[in-house]
């Protein structure tokens, strides 16, 4: 496996006035809200002019008054989230340099199910699942789920095609867990992903650059992986790395073909399982990671020697790089 290059610059000055995008108005705000908080204080700890700004439209006011040279997005999530290519949008068009994926790579990695088609395109696995859109003709949400039920079969996962962060996940392993999920489905207003379950181990890839990092797995208290594993509990053990030997060098090469195929680049994370028969498979892409004190892609870079604040700075140096390269080429 290739080495994570050392940083190029030295001079904190190289990277003029940092905006540190955070918060905004997606379900994931206080996550985004931690992480920003943290990537802000690494950042100005190395002597980088960096500020916090709460969400796109402040930004974007920021930016047409010349306040800022390049942004360190840590916005997670949709809808004035940051992560689905509206934001990396405007930024090309301003012509200001930002980190992680470009419009391609962050719209499309959104999208679960459209993520999902695309790895299939490529012959990359995924778990089999069914689209439940909303106001499919003759089927309402309730129904439209008990028929992908009927097609998958028990246990499967029923969630957002566009969230994050366990945002709206249902764990259906028989008939009497439909209910919260249909009543979810009722109000929500978005599509839906009905998603066969993984009956195996859990891991996580985080990418830098063409390198993928040390991979983790994800051993909850309980029996599974949900918002409170992830962003509150203390007892969630996080083993890195997650693989030995063949099998870690599979895990790293299947994780960096699938950030690729999904035109991501720059920084971002791929979530994998391990299903004990059918071996890897792929589960979704987060293009801006969290950055808080229970996230993964920091405990991976340590892994490597490099501490929070030098994993910031790489990343921050990535705006350098590629503020002069289309960012789908970047990504090839």
């Known amino acids: 496996m290739s080495a994570v290059p050392s940083a190029r610059h030295s001079d904190p000055a190289v990277f003029g006035r940092v905006a540190v995008l955070m918060g905004g108005t ?16 690494a950042l100005r700890a190395r002597g980088i002019d960096a500020h916090a700004v709460d969400g796109i439209p402040a930004l974007i ?50 999208d679960k199910i459209r993520t999902k088609q695309v790895w299939l395109s490529e012959g990359l696995p995924t778990p089999k699942f069914v689209r439940i859109g909303r106001g499919d003709p003759g089927s309402s ?43 979810f489905a009722a109000t929500y207003a978005g599509e839906l992903l009905m998603e066969q379950m993984v009956q195996g181990e859990e891991f996580t890839v985080g990418i830098f650059g063409d390198i993928a990092l040390p991979s983790i797995r994800i051993v909850p208290a309980g029996e599974w992986y949900d918002y409170h594993a992830k962003y509150v509990a203390d007892d969630t053990q996080y083993l890195c790395p997650g693989l030995d030997g063949d099998d870690e060098a599979a895990i790293r090469d299947l994780a960096l073909r699938a950030f690729r195929a999904a035109a991501c ?24 990671p969290g950055m808080t004190s229970h996230s993964l892609v920091p405990k991976a ?32």
């Open 61 to 110: 006011e920021a930016l047409v008054g010349k306040r800022f040279d390049r942004v360190f997005n840590i916005l997670h999530g949709n809808r004035g989230g940051g992560e689905d290519g509206v934001l990396q949008g405007a930024l090309e068009a301003l012509g200001v340099p930002y980190t992680g994926s470009g419009v391609l790579g962050s719209a499309l990695t959104m």
């Open 26 to 41: 997606s379900a994931e705000r206080e996550v985004s809200l931690d992480s920003g908080r943290n990537v802000l204080e």
């Open 141 to 183: 949400p309730g129904q439209a789920i008990r028929d992908a039920v009927r097609e998958l079969g028990f246990p499967v996962f029923v969630k957002p095609s566009s969230e994050g962060s366990s945002v709206g996940v249902f764990r259906i392993l028989a008939e009497d867990d439909l209910a919260a999920a249909e009543a």
């Open 265 to 288: 680049s720059g920084w971002g994370r791929v979530d994998v399982m391990r299903d004990r028969r059918l071996g890897f498979q792929l589960i979704e892409v987060n293009t801006a």
């Open 301 to 332: 870079a340590r892994q490597l020697g490099i501490d929070f604040e030098a994993l910031c700075w790489r990343i921050l140096e990535t705006t350098l790089v590629e503020a002069a390269l289309p960012r789908e080429d970047a990504a090839r």
